[in-house]
């Protein structure tokens, strides 16, 4: 047999794009190593850290096991009143940013004109816009035009000031793909526009409603500039660990975030098992 015969054979084309495809998974298992492992090893380190019972969080000085800071957490009362204040300015931020953004992104997917492009832009702009502006000039203006002086109610305001957008372009995504057809076939039989909304438009968005709020809580529970700008004298959870960072780390914040990690998987964990036994048989 020929050398060209050798070449041409169905084996011997194969090995390079073999060769080829198999360096390929060993670069992609390589780079997802490396992720994972910049992505987990500090969440690993910060779950170690708060069962240390060295006073100042480590994994290398290892001091012993213990929970006495899980323990302590509950008797901090400037924590536990922090973790309520940051779900109120939440609730409040669903409230306001899940219909802002709704809203927003009705006109910019029916407005059919030349002015959507430059709404767009103007609907977009706080989330370019920096925190601590927002936190500052929404702060500002309340207590100047209405005698309202910084608290909770600011930091909720300014804080769905920039979470609306985000709400808002989850909305457009959505509205997108819809089919306009059931709309226009529902007016034409002489549905009122409320109905149609309510009956049709409404239920399409509903996933989109729960995952939007979903961000909206996630975006404001750790937001720190806009916020340490707007609240004024009150405080939040975040803000309240910001102010202790400048006197040196406790462990306590380390069981702070244990405590978050696990809620976030029982929360991720509890939803997919729902989404799979709410899919048909």
């Known amino acids: 047999m020929s050398v060209a015969t050798l070449e041409n054979t169905p084996g011997a084309a194969a090995a390079p794009r073999r060769k080829a495809r198999d360096w390929s998974d060993a670069i992609l298992s390589l780079y997802l190593l490396v992720f994972f492992a910049y992505m987990f090893l500090p969440l690993l380190f910060m779950?170690?850290?708060a069962f240390n019972a060295n006073?100042?969080?480590s994994v290398t000085d290892w001091q012993g096991f213990t929970l006495k800071w899980f323990a302590g957490l509950p008797g901090d009362t400037r924590f536990v009143t922090g973790l309520l204040?940051?779900?109120q300015i939440a609730a409040g931020v669903i409230v306001i940013a899940i219909p802002l953004g709704l809203a927003?992104?009705?006109v910019l997917t029916r407005l059919s004109s030349g002015a959507s492009t430059l709404l767009y832009t103007v609907l977009v702009s706080p989330i370019l816009t920096p925190g601590i502006v927002l936190g500052a000039t929404t702060m500002i203006f309340w207590r100047d035009a209405f005698g309202i002086e910084a608290g909770l109610l600011t930091a909720t305001i300014a804080q769905a000031a920039f979470i609306a957008s985000y709400c808002m372009l989850m909305f457009m995504a959505r509205l997108q793909r819809q089919d306009r057809a059931l709309e226009e076939a529902a007016l034409d039989l002489g549905a009122s526009s409320i109905l149609v909304f309510r009956r049709i438009t409404l239920p399409f968005l509903m996933p989109?409603?729960?995952t939007a709020s979903v961000i909206a809580f996630l975006q404001s529970i750790e937001n720190y500039n806009t916020t340490f700008f707007a609240i004024g004298p009150q405080w939040t959870l975040v803000t309240e660990i910001g102010a202790?960072?400048?006197f040196g780390l406790s462990p306590v914040i380390?069981?702070?975030g244990v405590i978050f990690v696990l809620i976030t998987i029982i929360a991720a964990t509890s939803w997919v098992l729902a989404k799979r036994r709410a899919r048909p048989a």
Request: without cysteine.
């Open 55 to 57: 006073p100042t969080p």
């Open 244 to 246: 202790r960072m400048r």
């Open 104 to 106: 927003g992104a009705l």
């Open 47 to 49: 779950v170690a850290a």
């Open 254 to 256: 380390n069981v702070i």
């Open 208 to 210: 989109t409603v729960l």
């Open 85 to 87: 204040y940051s779900l």
